[in-house]
C-alpha cells in the first residue's frame, strides 16, 4: 500500500479526474500516478486489436530541440542516421553509454531543418534532458522540455475513421510520419505512430485542452465501440509485437547489438556515444541476444527472470513475458547466452516456479499486425 507522501510525490496527469470519472485503476508507473486498467486488460486490449482504443501517455517525455546545431548535436548522442531523415518524419532511436549498453530508447520526429522533437520514455525523460544538455557544448542550440504538454493516443483499425473527423489531414499520413495540426486555435502534433502493432496516431499538445480533446476523441470513438485503455492492456499489446521495453527488455548491462537493434544503428554515419564498443563487439562477436519465446501450453506463462533452459543448463533469463489473447499463448522475451545456445526454431524450457514449460524460440512479432 502507498503512504500519503508517495502518493503527493507522484506526477500527475491533467486528465487524472476524467480516469477516476471512468472507472480507472490509477496506479505508479515510472513515477506517475496513471491508468493501468479500465474494465480490464484483456477487453482493452481485444478493444485495440479490433476496433480502437484511447490511452492517455502524458507521463512520456516530450523534448524540442532546434537551432542550427540541432542536427549535429543529437547524431552525436542517438544511434541512428537522422540527416537521412526528411521534415515530417519519425525515427525510432537510442541512447548509449560508452560500453554500447542502452541507456534509452525514443523516437525523434524532424520536424524542420533546424528543429526536433524527442520523445523518451518517463523514468529517463531527465536523464535525456541532462545528456543534451552536456553535450551541447558550444553549439548553437536551445533545449525545450514541455513539462506542460499531454500526449494521447489513438490505436486501432478504426483509429483513421475516429482522427479524420477532428483533424482531417491525419487520413493522409504515412506510418512513421507527423504532421502539425490545431485543435481549439492551439497547436497540436500529429503523427502516425504507436507502440501496440495497429494502425494509430499520437498526439502532442498543451495540457489545458488535454479534457477538451480526449472528451472529443471519446466521442467520436464511442460509434465504433471504442474504449479507453490502460497501460497493462498496452504492454501486452507492445509485447505481442516483440517491442522491447526499456527497464525489462533494454538496459545498460546489455548493447543494442544484444538486444537485436542493429537496425537502428549507423555505424556509418560517423562517430556517437557507444560507437566504438559496438563496432568492437561486431568483431569479437556477442555475449547475449534478445529472443522470442512462445509457450507450447496455454497454461504456462513466462514472466521477467524466469530462467530458461536447454537440457540441465541454464541458457538464458526471460525478460518480458505475458499471456498473449490473439495467440492463446505465453510469449516472452529473453536473453540467451551464448547466441548459439538455442537458434531460432529451437526447443527449449522455461523454469516456472519450480516446473518446467516447454517453448519454441521464435523471431518476433510473435503476432503480425504490420503497420496499414
Known amino acids: 500500500m502507498r503512504t500519503v507522501a508517495e502518493d503527493q510525490e507522484l506526477k500527475r496527469t491533467p486528465l487524472e479526474t476524467e480516469h477516476v470519472r471512468l472507472g480507472a485503476k490509477l496506479g505508479p508507473f515510472a513515477g506517475w500516478n496513471m491508468p493501468i ?3 480490464g486488460a484483456l477487453k482493452e486490449h481485444e478493444a485495440v486489436r479490433e476496433r480502437v482504443g484511447l490511452f492517455d501517455l502524458t507521463h512520456l517525455g516530450k523534448v524540442e530541440v532546434t537551432g542550427p546545431g540541432a542536427l549535429g548535436l543529437l547524431q552525436g548522442v542517438v544511434t541512428n542516421d537522422l540527416a537521412r531523415a526528411a521534415t ?3 525515427m525510432y532511436n537510442l541512447v548509449l553509454n560508452e560500453g554500447g549498453g542502452v541507456i534509452e530508447d525514443l523516437i525523434v ?5 533546424e528543429r526536433f522533437f524527442v520523445v523518451p520514455n518517463a523514468a ?4 535525456v534532458l541532462r545528456i543534451l544538455e552536456e553535450e551541447k557544448a558550444e553549439r548553437s542550440v536551445h533545449l525545450v522540455f514541455h513539462q506542460d504538454w499531454c500526449f494521447l493516443a489513438v ?3 478504426e483509429s483513421v475513421h475516429v482522427m479524420q473527423g477532428l483533424f482531417p489531414e491525419a487520413g493522409g499520413l504515412a506510418f512513421m510520419r507527423c504532421i502539425e495540426s490545431e485543435y481549439r486555435r492551439r497547436p497540436v502534433l500529429v503523427t502516425r505512430s504507436g507502440y501496440t502493432g495497429e494502425v494509430g ?3 502532442f499538445t498543451y495540457q489545458d485542452i488535454a479534457l477538451d480533446l480526449w472528451r472529443d476523441l471519446t466521442d467520436a470513438a464511442s460509434p465504433f465501440g471504442g474504449t479507453p485503455c490502460g497501460l497493462a492492456a498496452r504492454d501486452i499489446l507492445r509485447l505481442e509485437m516483440g517491442y522491447a521495453l ?15 537493434l542493429s537496425w537502428a544503428v549507423a555505424l556509418d554515419k560517423g562517430d556517437f556515444r557507444g560507437r566504438g564498443a559496438l563496432i568492437r563487439q561486431q568483431q569479437e562477436g556477442l555475449p547475449s541476444i534478445l529472443r522470442g519465446l512462445r509457450m507450447a501450453e496455454r497454461r504456462h506463462i513466462p514472466r521477467a527472470h524466469y530462467p530458461v533452459f536447454v537440457g540441465d543448463q541454464v541458457v538464458g533469463e526471460v525478460t518480458s513475458g505475458t499471456f498473449s489473447p490473439v495467440l492463446g499463448a505465453g510469449i516472452g522475451l529473453a536473453y540467451l ?3 548459439n545456445a538455442a537458434e531460432v526454431g529451437d526447443a527449449v524450457e522455461v523454469d516456472i516456479r519450480g516446473r518446467r514449460g516447454g517453448a519454441t524460440v521464435v523471431r518476433p512479432p510473435f503476432v503480425d499486425r504490420s503497420p496499414r
Do not use: C, I, V
Not at 520526429?109 to 531543418?113: A, D, H, P
Open 37 to 39: 486498467e479500465y474494465a
Open 88 to 90: 515530417g518524419e519519425a
Open 109 to 113: 520526429y524532424r520536424m524542420g531543418e
Open 337 to 339: 547466452w551464448p547466441p
Open 124 to 127: 529517463n525523460a531527465h536523464r
Open 201 to 203: 496516431f499520437e498526439l
Open 155 to 157: 490505436q486501432g483499425p
Open 246 to 260: 526499456y527497464g525489462q527488455d533494454l538496459f545498460e548491462a546489455s548493447t543494442a547489438l544484444e538486444a537485436g
